[in-house]
């Protein structure tokens, strides 16, 4: 891996895989739904969407052109702590991929009828997520977890902050957001890194120097929310304050939700699915942030099971704290390590690990340094860990449960 960090601030970061045809590039920006305003709920995601409307002088139709004429694919992705723009090309279409790119963030178009008309289209894809009770209990449930709080709201918004938000308020996002100190142009593949600087240096130096002031601090609140909604089954999950990624304590709550949760040999997945049948879908997972983290669990189960299914869920986390064994643990750490190096043979997953890396340590990682850090954790540290998350405030979200004990 190498990184050059160019007189604005941009950090420029590629990752060679010799034998490869084909890279990946992407702008990793710290411009997520944590950031916005809570008038402009949703603006990111806006954001995301109204650069392909047009930029750079190309339509929209330009864009998807350009990029499809030469067998590439170029997307976005908006989370609550971040906003990403990635070509994938062959090798020799590198520069047209950071060109896009360049030209998406820094010379939208952002027409008033293209704004009109894309409002219309994410307020569609909201109402597709909320028919989809496997997907709107997660805005549920980081609502009950971080009540009132950035980290607590959809990345899509809601009806009222997506009508707010005008041709004004997605340039002074980009101005005030798209600080070259707060972003990473990063690529891997076949890519030379003093081409990627050159190309950087050619297509961001306009961007203004300085980086971006870090969102409010995140607390874990605790709560619970209950929807009526019709579905078929009943959607449960459950939560628990998790470290940040930062945290030293990361790894051994990691691995603990793992052993929990994490695959079909877990716990949950062999005593709530095969043993019981209360559930045909279950799982646990750890989702960590830079300065918190959330430790949840989810079912989707008959209404008849749904009671049981519960009980049984909190019992196989609270014993798990107690007993978790080393043969589980050894387990999970092979399998984490198994997915952090299947992830990385391809151009996009080395990208992403590279971006994510920079993001959090602001410098980086080689894949070594992680593997240390799991193969260093021991049994003690993991029910330490899971004793510890349990210990928290709880967060509670139901769909179609018929019966909910505050949390």
């Known amino acids: 891996m190498q990184l050059t960090i160019l007189p604005n601030g941009l950090r420029v970061a590629s990752r060679q895989m010799p034998g490869l045809e084909t890279a990946?590039?992407?702008?990793?920006?710290?411009?997520?739904?944590?950031?916005?305003?809570?008038?402009?709920?949703?603006?990111?995601?806006?954001?995301?969407?109204?650069?392909?409307?047009?930029?750079?002088?190309?339509?929209?139709?330009?864009?998807?052109?350009?990029?499809?004429?030469?067998?590439?694919?170029?997307?976005?992705?908006?989370?609550?702590?971040?906003?990403?723009?990635?070509?994938?090309?062959?090798?020799?279409h590198v520069p047209l991929g950071v060109e896009m790119i360049a030209d998406l963030v820094q010379r939208p178009l952002f027409a008033a009828a293209d704004l009109e008309r894309e409002k219309e289209v994410v307020l569609q894809e909201l109402g597709e997520a909320r028919d989809t009770p496997s997907d709107i209990i997660f805005d549920d449930l980081w609502s009950a977890a971080f009540d009132d709080q950035p980290l607590g709201r959809s990345v899509l918004g809601d009806e009222d902050s997506i009508e707010a938000i005008g041709l004004d308020d997605l340039h002074e996002w980009r101005r005030a957001r798209y600080r070259a100190g707060s972003l990473a142009l990063v690529a891997a593949g076949r890519v030379e890194h003093e081409a990627l600087v050159a190309l950087a240096r050619a297509h961001f130096a306009e961007l203004p120097a300085g980086t971006i002031d870090d969102p409010a601090p995140a607390r874990f609140t605790g709560g619970t929310r209950v929807?009526?909604?019709?579905?078929?089954?009943?959607?449960?999950?459950?939560?628990?304050?998790?470290?940040?990624?930062?945290?030293?304590?990361?790894?051994?709550?990691?691995?603990?939700?793992?052993?929990?949760?994490?695959?079909?040999?877990?716990?949950?997945?062999?005593?709530?699915?095969e043993d019981r049948g209360l559930a045909y879908s279950v799982y646990a997972s750890l989702q960590p942030y830079s300065d918190t983290g959330i430790f949840y669990a989810y079912a989707a189960t008959?209404?008849?099971?749904?009671?049981?299914?519960?009980?049984l869920i909190?019992?196989?986390?609270?014993?798990?704290?107690?007993?978790?064994?080393?043969?589980?643990?050894?387990?999970?750490?092979?399998?984490?390590?198994?997915?952090?190096?299947?992830?990385?043979?391809?151009?996009?997953g080395q990208a992403h690990y590279v971006a994510r890396q920079l993001s959090v340590w602001s410098r980086l990682v080689e894949p070594s340094e992680v593997v240390a850090a799991l193969d260093a954790v021991t049994l003690d540290a993991v029910r330490a860990a899971g004793a510890a998350m349990l210990a928290g405030p709880r967060a509670r979200a139901t769909i179609g449960f018929p019966a909910v004990r505050a949390a």
Do not use: C
Not at 244 to 270: C, E, H, I, N
Not at 324 to 335: C, I, P
């Open 24 to 92: 990946a590039v992407g702008l990793y920006a710290d411009a997520g739904a944590r950031h916005e305003p809570a008038r402009l709920n949703g603006i990111a995601h806006l954001f995301e969407h109204m650069v392909f409307k047009g930029a750079g002088g190309r339509s929209a139709r330009e864009i998807s052109e350009t990029i499809e004429d030469v067998g590439g694919e170029l997307n976005a992705a908006t989370d609550r702590d971040g906003t990403s723009f990635s070509a994938s090309v062959m090798a020799e």
């Open 227 to 273: 929807s009526r909604m019709s579905s078929e089954q009943a959607h449960l999950t459950l939560a628990f304050p998790a470290p940040s990624q930062r945290d030293p304590g990361y790894f051994a709550a990691r691995l603990f939700a793992d052993a929990v949760g994490g695959g079909m040999s877990s716990r949950l997945f062999q005593q709530v699915r």
């Open 302 to 311: 008959a209404r008849r099971e749904s009671a049981s299914a519960a009980q």
């Open 314 to 348: 909190e019992d196989v986390i609270a014993k798990a704290a107690e007993d978790v064994t080393q043969r589980e643990l050894d387990r999970v750490r092979t399998q984490s390590r198994a997915a952090l190096l299947m992830s990385m043979e391809s151009p996009w």
